[in-house]
Protein backbone atom coordinates (compact mmCIF):
# COMPACT_ATOMS: atom_id res chain seq x y z
CA UNK A 1 0.00 0.00 0.00
CA UNK A 2 1.12 3.67 -0.51
CA UNK A 3 3.38 4.84 2.41
CA UNK A 4 0.44 7.35 3.57
CA UNK A 5 -1.75 4.49 3.84
CA UNK A 6 0.66 2.49 6.11
CA UNK A 7 1.32 5.45 8.19
CA UNK A 8 -2.78 6.25 8.65
CA UNK A 9 -3.01 1.99 9.60
CA UNK A 10 -0.40 2.46 12.07
CA UNK A 11 -2.16 5.62 13.76
CA UNK A 12 -5.31 3.31 13.73
CA UNK A 13 -3.16 -0.20 14.69
CA UNK A 14 -1.87 1.58 18.08
CA UNK A 15 -5.46 3.12 19.05
CA UNK A 16 -6.85 -0.54 18.82
CA UNK A 17 -3.24 -2.33 20.51
CA UNK A 18 -4.32 0.30 23.56
CA UNK A 19 -7.62 -1.04 23.79
CA UNK A 20 -6.77 -4.14 24.88
CA UNK A 21 -5.56 -3.12 27.72
CA UNK A 22 -7.09 -1.68 31.12
CA UNK A 23 -9.18 0.26 31.50
CA UNK A 24 -11.35 -1.02 28.48
CA UNK A 25 -9.53 -4.75 28.69
CA UNK A 26 -10.89 -5.62 25.10
CA UNK A 27 -8.22 -8.39 25.18
CA UNK A 28 -9.26 -9.58 21.76
CA UNK A 29 -8.07 -6.48 19.80
CA UNK A 30 -4.24 -6.83 21.31
CA UNK A 31 -3.96 -9.59 18.12
CA UNK A 32 -5.70 -7.88 15.75
CA UNK A 33 -3.90 -4.68 16.85
CA UNK A 34 -0.64 -6.18 16.08
CA UNK A 35 -1.47 -7.75 12.81
CA UNK A 36 -2.39 -4.11 11.65
CA UNK A 37 0.71 -3.04 12.31
CA UNK A 38 2.33 -5.75 10.40
CA UNK A 39 0.06 -5.52 7.48
CA UNK A 40 1.41 -1.77 7.48
CA UNK A 41 5.11 -2.98 7.12
CA UNK A 42 4.61 -5.05 4.04
CA UNK A 43 6.34 -3.95 1.01
CA UNK A 44 7.66 -1.22 2.84
CA UNK A 45 12.16 -1.47 3.45
CA UNK A 46 14.22 -0.79 6.30
CA UNK A 47 14.08 2.90 6.74
CA UNK A 48 10.32 2.93 5.66
CA UNK A 49 9.46 0.39 8.01
CA UNK A 50 11.22 2.45 10.63
CA UNK A 51 8.61 5.71 9.94
CA UNK A 52 5.65 3.45 10.08
CA UNK A 53 7.20 1.53 13.22
CA UNK A 54 7.44 5.28 15.32
CA UNK A 55 3.73 6.14 13.86
CA UNK A 56 2.33 3.00 15.16
CA UNK A 57 4.91 3.22 18.79
CA UNK A 58 3.75 7.40 19.25
CA UNK A 59 -0.20 6.08 18.93
CA UNK A 60 -0.07 2.84 21.29
CA UNK A 61 2.26 5.34 23.95
CA UNK A 62 0.95 8.46 23.77
CA UNK A 63 -2.87 6.97 24.88
CA UNK A 64 -1.37 4.19 26.68
CA UNK A 65 0.37 6.43 29.38
CA UNK A 66 -1.71 9.58 29.18
CA UNK A 67 -2.06 9.42 32.88
CA UNK A 68 1.75 10.63 32.83
CA UNK A 69 -0.18 14.21 31.99
CA UNK A 70 -2.20 14.18 35.34
CA UNK A 71 -0.07 16.57 37.30
CA UNK A 72 3.05 16.43 35.57
CA UNK A 73 2.13 17.91 32.36
CA UNK A 74 3.02 16.96 28.45
CA UNK A 75 6.92 16.93 28.78
CA UNK A 76 7.49 13.52 30.61
CA UNK A 77 4.53 11.93 28.37
CA UNK A 78 6.36 13.50 25.36
CA UNK A 79 9.21 12.26 26.49
CA UNK A 80 8.46 8.57 27.58
CA UNK A 81 5.83 8.12 24.45
CA UNK A 82 9.10 9.25 22.50
CA UNK A 83 11.77 7.01 23.88
CA UNK A 84 9.53 4.19 23.81
CA UNK A 85 7.95 4.88 20.31
CA UNK A 86 11.79 4.90 19.08
CA UNK A 87 12.28 1.20 20.56
CA UNK A 88 8.89 0.68 18.49
CA UNK A 89 10.41 2.32 15.41
CA UNK A 90 13.23 0.07 15.42
CA UNK A 91 11.67 -3.27 16.45
CA UNK A 92 9.30 -2.67 13.54
CA UNK A 93 11.80 -1.95 11.17
CA UNK A 94 13.59 -5.30 11.51
CA UNK A 95 10.19 -6.80 11.67
CA UNK A 96 9.65 -4.89 7.98
CA UNK A 97 13.13 -6.49 6.81
CA UNK A 98 11.92 -10.28 7.73
CA UNK A 99 8.36 -9.69 6.50
CA UNK A 100 9.81 -8.97 3.22
CA UNK A 101 12.96 -10.81 2.67
CA UNK A 102 11.67 -13.86 4.99
CA UNK A 103 10.06 -15.51 1.93
CA UNK A 104 13.48 -15.83 -0.15
CA UNK A 105 15.03 -17.32 3.15
CA UNK A 106 12.33 -19.64 3.84
CA UNK A 107 11.20 -20.14 0.19
CA UNK A 108 8.94 -23.14 1.44
CA UNK A 109 5.05 -22.81 2.33
CA UNK A 110 6.54 -24.40 5.53
CA UNK A 111 9.11 -22.30 6.05
CA UNK A 112 7.16 -19.47 5.36
CA UNK A 113 4.38 -20.19 7.85
CA UNK A 114 6.07 -21.98 10.41
CA UNK A 115 9.47 -20.11 10.54
CA UNK A 116 8.88 -16.49 9.38
CA UNK A 117 5.89 -15.69 11.89
CA UNK A 118 8.32 -17.45 15.32
CA UNK A 119 11.02 -14.75 13.90
CA UNK A 120 8.63 -12.05 13.86
CA UNK A 121 7.14 -13.03 17.52
CA UNK A 122 11.01 -13.08 18.37
CA UNK A 123 11.63 -9.68 17.16
CA UNK A 124 8.91 -8.59 19.34
CA UNK A 125 9.36 -10.01 22.54
CA UNK A 126 13.63 -8.94 22.35
CA UNK A 127 12.20 -5.23 21.81
CA UNK A 128 9.90 -5.65 25.42
CA UNK A 129 12.76 -7.26 26.75
CA UNK A 130 15.51 -4.60 26.17
CA UNK A 131 12.61 -1.43 26.95
CA UNK A 132 11.89 -3.43 29.80
CA UNK A 133 15.53 -3.14 31.56
CA UNK A 134 17.04 -0.46 29.75
CA UNK A 135 17.95 2.66 29.94
CA UNK A 136 17.79 3.35 33.82
CA UNK A 137 16.45 -0.09 35.00
CA UNK A 138 13.74 0.27 31.23
CA UNK A 139 9.49 0.62 31.13
CA UNK A 140 7.59 -2.70 31.51
CA UNK A 141 4.58 -1.06 31.06
CA UNK A 142 2.98 -1.90 27.85
CA UNK A 143 3.93 -5.40 26.57
CA UNK A 144 1.41 -7.29 24.97
CA UNK A 145 1.22 -9.90 27.75
CA UNK A 146 -0.38 -7.56 29.80
CA UNK A 147 -3.08 -6.94 27.80
CA UNK A 148 -4.48 -10.86 28.37
CA UNK A 149 -4.40 -10.32 32.08
CA UNK A 150 -8.24 -11.48 31.74
CA UNK A 151 -8.24 -13.36 29.05
CA UNK A 152 -8.68 -16.84 28.21
CA UNK A 153 -4.96 -16.71 27.36
CA UNK A 154 -3.69 -15.87 31.01
CA UNK A 155 -3.36 -19.16 32.02
CA UNK A 156 0.06 -19.11 29.52
CA UNK A 157 1.45 -17.19 31.40
CA UNK A 158 1.98 -20.11 34.14
CA UNK A 159 4.22 -21.72 31.74
CA UNK A 160 6.09 -19.22 29.61
CA UNK A 161 6.14 -16.06 31.83
CA UNK A 162 5.05 -12.34 30.85
CA UNK A 163 7.50 -12.45 28.08
CA UNK A 164 6.73 -16.06 26.80
CA UNK A 165 2.68 -14.72 26.65
CA UNK A 166 3.42 -11.74 24.87
CA UNK A 167 5.49 -13.64 22.09
CA UNK A 168 2.39 -16.25 22.06
CA UNK A 169 0.12 -13.73 20.82
CA UNK A 170 2.35 -11.95 18.73
CA UNK A 171 2.87 -15.08 16.89
CA UNK A 172 -0.40 -15.64 16.70
CA UNK A 173 -1.33 -12.30 14.81
CA UNK A 174 2.02 -12.75 12.42
CA UNK A 175 0.56 -16.60 11.70
CA UNK A 176 -2.22 -14.62 10.94
CA UNK A 177 -0.96 -12.01 8.27
CA UNK A 178 1.22 -14.78 6.88
CA UNK A 179 -1.55 -17.54 5.78
CA UNK A 180 -3.55 -14.26 4.23
CA UNK A 181 -0.11 -13.95 1.90
CA UNK A 182 -0.08 -17.76 1.05
CA UNK A 183 -2.44 -17.55 -2.21
CA UNK A 184 -1.09 -21.22 -3.06
CA UNK A 185 -2.86 -22.41 0.27
CA UNK A 186 -6.48 -23.02 0.02
CA UNK A 187 -8.94 -20.91 2.41
CA UNK A 188 -10.31 -23.88 3.75
CA UNK A 189 -6.47 -24.91 5.17
CA UNK A 190 -5.47 -21.33 6.12
CA UNK A 191 -8.78 -21.37 8.35
CA UNK A 192 -8.11 -24.74 9.61
CA UNK A 193 -4.22 -23.64 10.17
CA UNK A 194 -5.69 -20.27 12.33
CA UNK A 195 -8.23 -22.52 14.13
CA UNK A 196 -5.73 -25.10 15.03
CA UNK A 197 -3.39 -22.42 16.66
CA UNK A 198 -6.23 -20.83 18.51
CA UNK A 199 -7.14 -24.14 19.95
CA UNK A 200 -4.42 -25.47 20.89
CA UNK A 201 -3.24 -22.21 22.78
CA UNK A 202 -6.44 -22.51 24.57
CA UNK A 203 -5.98 -26.51 25.50
CA UNK A 204 -3.06 -25.66 27.79
CA UNK A 205 -4.43 -26.50 31.35
CA UNK A 206 -4.07 -24.03 34.22
CA UNK A 207 -0.82 -24.74 36.35
CA UNK A 208 -1.69 -26.70 39.11
CA UNK A 209 -1.35 -24.94 42.84
CA UNK A 210 -0.03 -26.80 45.42
CA UNK A 211 -0.86 -24.89 48.91
CA UNK A 212 1.43 -24.99 51.75
CA UNK A 213 -1.57 -23.56 54.29
CA UNK A 214 -3.34 -20.27 54.42
CA UNK A 215 -2.95 -17.04 56.37
CA UNK A 216 -5.50 -14.94 57.56
CA UNK A 217 -4.66 -11.22 56.22
CA UNK A 218 -5.70 -7.77 56.59
CA UNK A 219 -5.14 -5.13 53.50
CA UNK A 220 -5.84 -1.73 54.60
CA UNK A 221 -6.27 1.45 52.10
CA UNK A 222 -6.37 4.47 53.79
CA UNK A 223 -7.60 6.51 50.62
CA UNK A 224 -4.88 9.31 51.30
CA UNK A 225 -4.29 11.98 49.07
CA UNK A 226 -0.36 10.53 49.07
CA UNK A 227 0.17 12.39 45.65
CA UNK A 228 3.75 14.38 45.03
CA UNK A 229 1.87 17.77 44.92
CA UNK A 230 -0.93 17.06 47.85
CA UNK A 231 -0.94 19.07 50.86
CA UNK A 232 -0.85 17.42 53.75
CA UNK A 233 0.27 17.73 57.80
CA UNK A 234 2.82 15.75 58.80
CA UNK A 235 1.17 12.15 59.90
CA UNK A 236 -2.14 12.74 58.11
CA UNK A 237 -1.16 9.69 55.87
CA UNK A 238 -0.86 7.74 58.69
CA UNK A 239 -3.52 8.82 60.94
CA UNK A 240 -6.19 8.09 57.60
CA UNK A 241 -4.64 4.42 57.65
CA UNK A 242 -5.03 3.90 61.31
CA UNK A 243 -8.86 4.90 61.54
CA UNK A 244 -9.06 2.07 58.52
CA UNK A 245 -7.78 -0.04 60.47
CA UNK A 246 -9.45 0.32 64.00
CA UNK A 247 -12.50 -1.37 62.74
CA UNK A 248 -10.84 -4.60 62.41
CA UNK A 249 -9.75 -4.89 65.64
CA UNK A 250 -10.53 -7.78 66.77
CA UNK A 251 -10.29 -9.63 64.16
CA UNK A 252 -7.61 -12.69 64.34
CA UNK A 253 -5.34 -12.26 62.06
CA UNK A 254 -1.73 -13.44 61.16
CA UNK A 255 -0.95 -10.27 59.65
CA UNK A 256 -1.69 -6.31 58.67
CA UNK A 257 -0.24 -5.11 55.62
CA UNK A 258 -0.72 -0.99 54.20
CA UNK A 259 0.64 0.17 51.38
CA UNK A 260 3.37 2.21 49.89
CA UNK A 261 3.28 5.37 51.48
CA UNK A 262 1.14 4.13 54.14
CA UNK A 263 3.30 6.03 57.07
CA UNK A 264 4.37 9.57 56.04
CA UNK A 265 6.82 10.27 58.83
CA UNK A 266 9.09 7.81 59.44
CA UNK A 267 8.65 5.55 62.62
CA UNK A 268 12.52 4.36 62.59
CA UNK A 269 13.42 8.59 63.14
CA UNK A 270 10.40 9.64 65.09
CA UNK A 271 8.86 8.55 68.16
CA UNK A 272 5.36 9.40 67.57
CA UNK A 273 5.26 7.67 64.65
CA UNK A 274 6.68 4.11 66.12
CA UNK A 275 4.06 4.62 68.81
CA UNK A 276 1.51 4.52 66.26
CA UNK A 277 2.99 1.33 64.03
CA UNK A 278 3.66 -0.39 67.77
CA UNK A 279 -0.12 0.42 68.69
CA UNK A 280 -1.61 -0.98 65.64
CA UNK A 281 0.51 -4.13 65.70
CA UNK A 282 -0.59 -4.78 69.78
CA UNK A 283 -4.36 -3.71 69.07
CA UNK A 284 -4.33 -6.38 66.29
CA UNK A 285 -2.16 -8.83 67.63
CA UNK A 286 -0.21 -9.53 64.49
CA UNK A 287 2.99 -7.90 62.74
CA UNK A 288 2.41 -4.59 60.77
CA UNK A 289 3.71 -4.60 56.93
CA UNK A 290 3.54 -0.49 56.17
CA UNK A 291 5.53 1.57 53.81
CA UNK A 292 7.33 4.82 54.57
CA UNK A 293 10.38 6.97 53.22
CA UNK A 294 13.54 6.21 55.32
CA UNK A 295 16.49 7.97 55.94
CA UNK A 296 19.29 6.33 56.83
CA UNK A 297 23.08 7.49 56.76
CA UNK A 298 21.75 10.31 55.11
CA UNK A 299 20.68 8.87 52.64
CA UNK A 300 16.92 8.49 51.57
CA UNK A 301 15.40 4.98 50.96
CA UNK A 302 11.73 3.89 49.72
CA UNK A 303 11.28 1.24 52.32
CA UNK A 304 8.81 -1.14 53.39
CA UNK A 305 9.04 -2.31 57.30
CA UNK A 306 8.02 -5.56 59.14
CA UNK A 307 7.23 -3.79 62.47
CA UNK A 308 6.03 -5.86 65.43
CA UNK A 309 4.59 -4.80 68.85
CA UNK A 310 7.14 -3.75 71.46
CA UNK A 311 10.31 -5.24 69.09
CA UNK A 312 9.89 -2.30 66.45
CA UNK A 313 10.90 -2.68 62.83
CA UNK A 314 12.61 -6.53 62.76
CA UNK A 315 13.01 -6.17 58.92
CA UNK A 316 12.83 -3.59 55.97
CA UNK A 317 13.06 -3.88 52.29
CA UNK A 318 14.00 -0.94 50.20
CA UNK A 319 12.85 -0.73 46.89
CA UNK A 320 15.53 -1.98 44.03
CA UNK A 321 13.65 -0.39 41.79
CA UNK A 322 13.02 3.51 42.19
CA UNK A 323 11.25 5.09 39.13
CA UNK A 324 14.06 7.17 37.57
CA UNK A 325 12.79 10.91 36.60
CA UNK A 326 10.59 10.33 39.67
CA UNK A 327 11.81 8.88 42.87
CA UNK A 328 15.43 10.22 41.52
CA UNK A 329 17.49 11.74 38.92
CA UNK A 330 19.68 10.28 36.87
CA UNK A 331 22.35 12.30 35.05
CA UNK A 332 20.77 15.23 36.80
CA UNK A 333 23.26 17.93 35.12
CA UNK A 334 22.89 16.58 31.59
CA UNK A 335 18.59 17.12 31.65
CA UNK A 336 18.17 19.65 33.96
CA UNK A 337 18.73 22.22 31.28
CA UNK A 338 16.23 20.99 29.04
CA UNK A 339 13.27 20.97 31.44
CA UNK A 340 14.72 22.70 34.83
CA UNK A 341 11.30 23.21 36.95
CA UNK A 342 10.03 19.41 36.56
CA UNK A 343 13.82 18.34 37.39
CA UNK A 344 14.01 19.93 40.66
CA UNK A 345 10.49 18.59 41.52
CA UNK A 346 12.63 15.33 42.25
CA UNK A 347 14.60 17.29 44.91
CA UNK A 348 15.89 14.58 46.78
CA UNK A 349 17.30 11.10 45.17
CA UNK A 350 16.22 7.94 46.73
CA UNK A 351 18.55 5.28 46.49
CA UNK A 352 18.55 1.76 45.02
CA UNK A 353 17.80 -1.06 48.12
CA UNK A 354 20.56 -4.35 48.02
CA UNK A 355 18.77 -5.84 50.45
CA UNK A 356 16.46 -9.31 49.67
CA UNK A 357 12.48 -8.71 49.05
CA UNK A 358 11.42 -11.60 51.39
CA UNK A 359 9.97 -11.18 54.61
CA UNK A 360 9.54 -13.85 57.18
CA UNK A 361 6.44 -12.98 59.59
CA UNK A 362 6.25 -15.72 61.79
CA UNK A 363 6.89 -18.07 59.43
CA UNK A 364 5.03 -17.09 56.77
CA UNK A 365 8.06 -15.94 54.37
CA UNK A 366 6.12 -13.29 51.72
CA UNK A 367 7.79 -11.74 48.84
CA UNK A 368 7.84 -7.45 49.03
CA UNK A 369 7.01 -5.75 45.86
CA UNK A 370 6.97 -1.86 46.41
CA UNK A 371 4.79 0.01 43.58
CA UNK A 372 7.10 -0.37 40.62
CA UNK A 373 8.71 -3.36 41.49
CA UNK A 374 5.64 -5.94 40.42
CA UNK A 375 6.75 -5.00 36.83
CA UNK A 376 10.13 -6.22 37.28
CA UNK A 377 10.70 -9.93 36.08
CA UNK A 378 13.47 -10.34 37.89
CA UNK A 379 12.50 -9.24 41.19
CA UNK A 380 9.36 -11.62 41.17
CA UNK A 381 12.00 -14.48 40.08
CA UNK A 382 14.09 -13.40 43.20
CA UNK A 383 11.18 -13.62 45.74
CA UNK A 384 10.10 -17.18 44.36
CA UNK A 385 13.20 -18.34 44.37
CA UNK A 386 13.69 -17.08 48.09
CA UNK A 387 10.54 -19.61 48.90
CA UNK A 388 7.86 -16.83 49.34
CA UNK A 389 4.61 -18.06 49.88
CA UNK A 390 2.72 -15.10 49.02
CA UNK A 391 3.06 -11.57 46.95
CA UNK A 392 2.56 -8.16 49.03
CA UNK A 393 2.67 -5.40 46.79
CA UNK A 394 2.30 -2.42 48.57
CA UNK A 395 2.22 0.52 46.24
CA UNK A 396 0.97 4.89 46.24
CA UNK A 397 -1.39 5.42 42.94
CA UNK A 398 -2.71 8.89 44.38
CA UNK A 399 -0.46 10.64 41.81
CA UNK A 400 -2.70 9.41 38.78
CA UNK A 401 -6.06 10.17 40.29
CA UNK A 402 -8.55 8.07 38.65
CA UNK A 403 -6.65 7.30 35.45
CA UNK A 404 -5.79 4.02 33.75
CA UNK A 405 -2.65 3.96 35.68
CA UNK A 406 -4.09 1.65 38.91
CA UNK A 407 -5.88 -0.80 36.84
CA UNK A 408 -2.74 -1.21 34.33
CA UNK A 409 -0.69 -1.62 37.29
CA UNK A 410 -3.37 -4.56 38.53
CA UNK A 411 -3.12 -6.25 35.46
CA UNK A 412 0.47 -6.76 36.16
CA UNK A 413 -0.52 -8.18 39.73
CA UNK A 414 -2.71 -10.25 38.68
CA UNK A 415 -0.49 -12.11 35.72
CA UNK A 416 2.22 -12.06 38.15
CA UNK A 417 0.07 -14.16 40.55
CA UNK A 418 -1.13 -16.74 37.77
CA UNK A 419 2.47 -16.25 36.55
CA UNK A 420 4.04 -17.36 40.00
CA UNK A 421 0.96 -19.68 41.54
CA UNK A 422 0.81 -16.96 44.38
CA UNK A 423 -1.64 -15.38 45.72
CA UNK A 424 -1.13 -11.35 45.18
CA UNK A 425 -1.86 -8.81 47.87
CA UNK A 426 -1.90 -5.78 45.55
CA UNK A 427 -2.54 -2.91 48.04
CA UNK A 428 -3.05 0.99 47.06
CA UNK A 429 -3.20 4.26 49.34
CA UNK A 430 -6.23 5.12 46.88
CA UNK A 431 -6.76 2.02 44.79
CA UNK A 432 -6.89 -0.02 42.66
CA UNK A 433 -6.75 -2.55 45.83
CA UNK A 434 -7.20 -6.38 45.16
CA UNK A 435 -6.66 -9.57 46.47
CA UNK A 436 -6.06 -12.04 43.74
CA UNK A 437 -5.70 -15.89 44.14
CA UNK A 438 -2.73 -17.95 41.74
CA UNK A 439 -5.74 -18.87 39.55
CA UNK A 440 -6.05 -14.93 38.70
CA UNK A 441 -9.20 -14.32 40.39
CA UNK A 442 -10.00 -11.68 42.93
CA UNK A 443 -10.85 -12.91 45.86
CA UNK A 444 -11.72 -9.28 47.41
CA UNK A 445 -11.58 -5.39 46.34
CA UNK A 446 -12.06 -1.95 47.44
CA UNK A 447 -13.49 0.81 46.06
CA UNK A 448 -11.12 3.44 44.75
CA UNK A 449 -10.63 6.51 46.39
CA UNK A 450 -13.10 4.95 49.79
CA UNK A 451 -11.26 3.81 52.80
CA UNK A 452 -11.75 0.34 53.51
CA UNK A 453 -10.16 -2.83 54.79
CA UNK A 454 -9.64 -7.06 52.59
CA UNK A 455 -9.80 -9.23 55.65
CA UNK A 456 -9.46 -12.65 53.87
CA UNK A 457 -7.95 -15.83 54.78
CA UNK A 458 -5.94 -16.80 51.32
CA UNK A 459 -3.68 -19.84 50.34
CA UNK A 460 -0.34 -19.79 50.36
CA UNK A 461 1.78 -21.65 48.15
CA UNK A 462 5.27 -23.23 47.28
CA UNK A 463 4.17 -24.10 43.32
CA UNK A 464 7.06 -24.06 41.33
CA UNK A 465 5.75 -23.34 37.60
CA UNK A 466 7.47 -23.91 34.67
CA UNK A 467 8.07 -19.63 34.16
CA UNK A 468 9.61 -19.18 37.18
CA UNK A 469 12.00 -21.91 36.49
CA UNK A 470 12.15 -21.41 32.66
CA UNK A 471 11.13 -17.92 32.04
CA UNK A 472 13.80 -16.07 31.54
CA UNK A 473 16.05 -18.20 29.24
CA UNK A 474 12.39 -18.79 27.17
CA UNK A 475 12.72 -14.98 27.32
CA UNK A 476 16.47 -15.24 25.47
CA UNK A 477 15.54 -18.04 23.45
CA UNK A 478 13.00 -16.68 21.32
CA UNK A 479 14.47 -13.30 21.34
CA UNK A 480 17.65 -14.89 19.98
CA UNK A 481 15.81 -16.77 17.80
CA UNK A 482 13.77 -13.30 16.25
CA UNK A 483 17.30 -11.80 16.27
CA UNK A 484 19.56 -14.76 14.12
CA UNK A 485 16.28 -14.67 11.58
CA UNK A 486 16.58 -10.81 10.77
CA UNK A 487 20.53 -10.96 10.65
CA UNK A 488 19.94 -14.46 8.29
CA UNK A 489 17.54 -11.91 6.17
CA UNK A 490 19.86 -9.22 6.32
CA UNK A 491 23.02 -11.51 5.04
CA UNK A 492 20.96 -13.72 2.68
CA UNK A 493 20.07 -10.10 0.47
CA UNK A 494 23.64 -8.74 0.96
CA UNK A 495 24.79 -12.04 -0.61
CA UNK A 496 22.60 -11.49 -3.54
CA UNK A 497 23.30 -7.97 -3.53
CA UNK A 498 20.08 -7.30 -2.90
CA UNK A 499 19.66 -5.48 0.47
CA UNK A 500 17.19 -2.81 -0.64
CA UNK A 501 14.78 -5.07 -3.01
CA UNK A 502 12.23 -6.16 -0.22
CA UNK A 503 9.14 -4.79 -2.46
CA UNK A 504 10.66 -6.04 -5.44
CA UNK A 505 11.04 -9.78 -3.75
CA UNK A 506 7.46 -9.21 -2.36
CA UNK A 507 5.97 -8.84 -5.58
CA UNK A 508 8.57 -11.62 -7.73
CA UNK A 509 7.05 -13.88 -5.08
CA UNK A 510 3.38 -13.38 -5.10
CA UNK A 511 4.05 -13.50 -9.31
CA UNK A 512 5.49 -16.67 -8.95
CA UNK A 513 2.57 -18.08 -6.44
CA UNK A 514 0.21 -16.65 -8.81
CA UNK A 515 1.70 -18.48 -11.68
CA UNK A 516 1.57 -21.86 -9.70
CA UNK A 517 -1.77 -21.39 -9.30
CA UNK A 518 -2.68 -20.57 -12.47
CA UNK A 519 -0.42 -24.00 -13.86
CA UNK A 520 -2.13 -25.93 -11.18
CA UNK A 521 -5.60 -24.62 -12.49
CA UNK A 522 -5.17 -25.72 -16.34
CA UNK A 523 -3.74 -28.96 -15.06
Known amino acids: MPLWAA ?9 ILDGAFPDRSWWFLAPVGVALMLLALLGRGLWTGLVVGLVAGLSFWLIHISWLTLYLGPVPWLALAGLQAIFFGVGLALTAVVLNLGPRVWPSVTGRLGVLPVVVAGLWTAREA ?25 GLV ?30 SARSAIAVAAVALLLAFPAWPTLQSGTARIAAVQGASDA ?58 DAPLIAGTITERDGKFYNTSLLWKAGEGAVDLYDKVHPVPFAEYMPDRAFWRPFAPDLIDLVSRDYEIG ?9 GIIAGIAICFDIADDQLVHEMIRDNAEIILAQTN ?32 TVGT ?39 RPLEWFVSGLGLAGVLLCLFSARALGKTDSGPRLAAVHLRADRARIRKRRRG
Open 433 to 471: SAIITPDGESLDSLPTWEPGAMVQTVPLSVTDTPAMSIG
Open 158 to 187: AWVGMSGLSFVMVWLSALAVQLCREPGVRV
Open 130 to 154: ISAVWPYGGFAWGRVAISQSESPFN
Open 397 to 428: NADFGRTDESVQQLAIARLRAIEAGRTVVNIS
Open 354 to 362: TRDNVFDID
Open 227 to 284: GLFAQNAPGQILNDHISATLPLVGEQVDFVVWPENGIDVDPLRSADSARAADYISRVM
Open 7 to 15: LLLAVGAGA
